[in-house]
């Protein structure tokens, strides 16, 4: 399938949005929840599998396979231009970190990501499956046996949290680096598991047990903010029973202030 060749602007710093814009009949496609805004000569249109409608009927139900398996939702959102000017739709990210412009064409024309990097891409780009080669890679590295796989010569367009660093990795270079950070990488990277090496360091160094490593040649990109590191500080700092619970504050926990603060924040049971 032909790829649209789409323009597009990256606004804001911490919580992004791209905005695309679409000339007379070209479209984007998007996971759903993601589009943010879109003018109204946009036609919207959920279809079954991952938006390429290749091979029929038989195409479709293989990518709507692909994509329940990954774990995302078995429809896309495709957005079609339908007017005869210049028409704009942007994609919103799910939480702080950056949206990443892959061109698929100058990447070789595939990237393996996280399961949940993909945002929105120009139609024709292709959402498929990438299996971890080795039992290790795919019971400890972060993301399973499984990642999503973007292939044709398009823009794509995936998230990460916090700060991106991306790194080119001659033949022969390793770089180790904590499951969860991995974002992407070209099929020429190595992705393998490494064990830290030392019980205590397992057990007590806070960074688990293993470790990816991740061997050249090719392109690695890596977020300094996992989804999961940020879920489970929050989970962390949140009231486990319930009611509120006083920040910074010495007398939050006993005493006059905690009672006080239980009473106004109205968890006394009647």
């Given at each position: 399938?032909?790829?649209?060749?789409?323009?597009?602007?990256?606004?804001?710093?911490?919580?992004?949005?791209?905005?695309?814009?679409?000339?007379?009949?070209?479209?984007?496609?998007?996971?759903?929840?993601?589009?943010?805004?879109?003018?109204?000569?946009?036609?919207?249109?959920?279809?079954?599998?991952?938006?390429?409608?290749?091979?029929?009927?038989?195409?479709?139900?293989?990518?709507?396979?692909?994509?329940?398996?990954?774990?995302?939702?078995?429809?896309?959102?495709?957005?079609?231009?339908?007017?005869?000017?210049?028409?704009?739709?942007?994609?919103?990210?799910?939480?702080?970190?950056?949206?990443?412009?892959?061109?698929?064409?100058?990447?070789?024309?595939?990237?393996?990501?996280?399961?949940?990097?993909?945002?929105?891409?120009?139609?024709?780009?292709?959402?498929?499956?990438?299996?971890?080669?080795?039992?290790?890679?795919g019971f400890f590295g972060g993301e399973g046996f499984i990642m999503q796989k973007l292939d044709g010569d398009g823009l794509a367009f995936v998230h990460a949290g916090g700060t991106v660093v991306r790194r080119e990795l001659q033949p022969g270079q390793a770089l180790l680096v904590d499951t969860g950070c991995v974002v992407a990488y070209t099929p020429s990277v190595d992705f393998d598991i490494q064990y830290v090496g030392k019980v205590k360091t397992a057990l007590f160094g806070g960074e688990g047990v293993f470790f990816a490593r991740l061997a050249g040649p090719g392109t690695v990109w890596l977020q300094s903010l996992p989804f999961s590191r940020l879920a489970s500080r929050v989970f962390a700092a949140a009231p486990q029973r319930g009611g509120s619970r006083e920040e910074g504050s010495v007398l939050g926990g006993f005493g006059a202030g905690g009672l006080l603060g239980t009473v106004l924040g109205g968890d006394n049971d009647d």
């Open positions: 399938m032909a790829m649209d060749v789409i323009d597009y602007e990256i606004r804001g710093a911490e919580m992004q949005f791209v905005e695309i814009e679409l000339d007379p009949g070209e479209a984007a496609i998007g996971e759903a929840g993601s589009m943010m805004f879109m003018d109204a000569g946009i036609a919207m249109d959920t279809v079954f599998g991952d938006g390429t409608q290749q091979g029929g009927l038989f195409g479709r139900l293989l990518g709507a396979g692909k994509r329940l398996v990954t774990g995302e939702s078995l429809f896309t959102t495709v957005y079609v231009n339908n007017a005869s000017g210049k028409q704009r739709v942007a994609f919103a990210a799910p939480y702080p970190g950056k949206i990443l412009p892959m061109d698929l064409r100058q990447l070789g024309g595939t990237l393996i990501c996280q399961k949940d990097a993909f945002l929105c891409a120009a139609r024709g780009v292709a959402l498929g499956i990438a299996f971890q080669r080795r039992l290790g890679a």
